[in-house]
């Protein structure tokens, strides 16, 4: 990394820092339950009973909530994590390409998903998630022997990232020096995750205490959840949803739709991409889970946005015109999100904003350097 692009890094990270400075969290639905839980952690009682969700940030969260005493530790500790997922991003696109331009693209990217961060400040999780499979992918493309302990705990703060299992198995299975490492992580990771389900079985009777089963039916009763069963069914409206959750701007998506276009077209046409086969079975899986519930959002698929954001970086490579056209389209990821919640983080709609134009900041930037270099 040369000067110019540590300052870079250095430059939007601060700016996203001082974004989240501005805001005002609101705890809210299933974000005071997730606080509920790490504070009672926090005191030793561990109570999946009371608090229902995924609990892997509430977890991460009692350390925050032991140094600073606050009563919104899962929004702080959220936050770090997503401060972290920008230069996480820029070593994945880096490594992934061998390119630092495609690492700033890929940060790039991850700034133009403002659902993670708006929906982090009212206590939902999305930033976390997305660290994790960041976390998760750069241990992949880079062989590191820790990948399946991070693709676990990304499980246990929302199942989804389990996708993500096919850009690292073959490694478990390769006769090498390490195998004995990645063998003894695996186990480490199954762990994890058996204990996590064991202890949550054991309080509620329910493998997962999800509010989300009953989402579109009404009141969810913590004490009470249906069987896990009944979040599925074979229909076709499920894939239907994913579909728009994907393309449809006023379902509060995630990623420009274009970027998410231009991503199936790299995979679609490029037979040599890097992990080709093993990206296009990770986002199948994706679909699949998801496309089989009886309740969707578009914050479900955020392992294969990330996925398709990561391959659409070779097209952004190669015609440099097209991230302006993917700027210009995030601005409608951003204006439905600022319509849904108003001032209810960000005092204005200029404000909320920013990091759209911190994105033309730095696409400038890079013009500039290249057109000096």
């Known amino acids: 990394m040369d000067r110019s692009e540590k300052l870079l890094l250095v430059f939007a990270v601060g700016v996203m820092l001082a974004y989240f400075i501005m805001a005002t969290p609101v705890m809210m639905d299933d974000g005071e339950h997730y606080e509920g839980f790490t504070e009672s952690l926090a005191r030793g009682v561990v109570d999946f009973e009371s608090f229902y969700g995924f609990q892997g940030l509430s977890i991460l969260s009692v350390f925050i909530f032991w140094l ?37 693209y890929f940060m790039l990217l991850v700034i133009l998903m403002p659902y993670v961060y708006t929906t982090m400040l009212r206590g939902f999780q999305e930033a976390a998630l997305l660290f994790f499979v960041l976390l998760t992918i750069y241990g992949a ?31 478990l299975f390769i006769l090498r020096f390490n195998l004995n490492i990645w063998a003894v992580n695996m186990v480490i990771a199954l762990t994890i995750g058996g204990l996590y389900l064991g202890v949550s079985y054991y309080q509620t009777g329910h493998l997962i205490n999800n509010a989300a089963i009953n989402s579109y039916e009404g009141s969810f009763d913590p004490g009470n959840p249906p069987p896990l069963g009944e979040s599925f069914i074979l229909d076709w409206k499920g894939f239907a949803r994913v579909g728009a959750n994907l ?29 080709r086969k093993e990206i296009i079975l990770a986002i199948l899986l994706n679909i699949v889970l998801v496309g089989s519930l009886t309740f969707s959002f578009s914050k479900y698929l955020l392992p294969m946005i ?65 057109a000096s270099s």
Do not use: C, M
């Not at 959220?78 to 495609?102: E, H, M, Q």
């Not at 062989?143 to 073959?170: D, E, R």
């Not at 849904?340 to 500039?368: A, E």
């Open 247 to 275: 393309l449809l701007h006023y379902r509060k998506i995630l990623l420009s739709p274009l970027a998410v276009i231009i991503g199936v077209l790299v995979l679609w046409r490029d037979k040599n991409f890097r992990l």
């Open 68 to 104: 600073t005493g606050s009563h919104i530790s899962i929004i702080i500790t959220s936050t770090i994590l997503y401060l972290l997922s920008l230069p996480l991003a820029y070593f994945i696109g880096r490594d992934f390409y061998a390119n630092k331009r495609a690492g700033i």
């Open 141 to 171: 493309i880079n062989k590191k022997p820790w990948t399946p302990i991070s693709w676990a705990y990304g499980g246990i703060v929302k199942p989804f990232s389990l996708v993500l299992f096919p850009l690292f198995s073959k490694d």
């Open 306 to 370: 990330v996925l398709l954001a990561l391959a659409s970086i070779s097209y952004l490579l190669k015609y440099r015109w097209l991230i302006f056209l993917v700027i210009i389209d995030s601005y409608f990821i951003f204006a439905p999100l600022w319509n849904y919640y108003q001032t209810t983080f960000w005092n204005n709609r200029l404000i909320y904003y920013l990091p759209l134009y911190l994105s033309v900041f730095i696409i400038l930037f890079l013009w500039k350097e290249k």
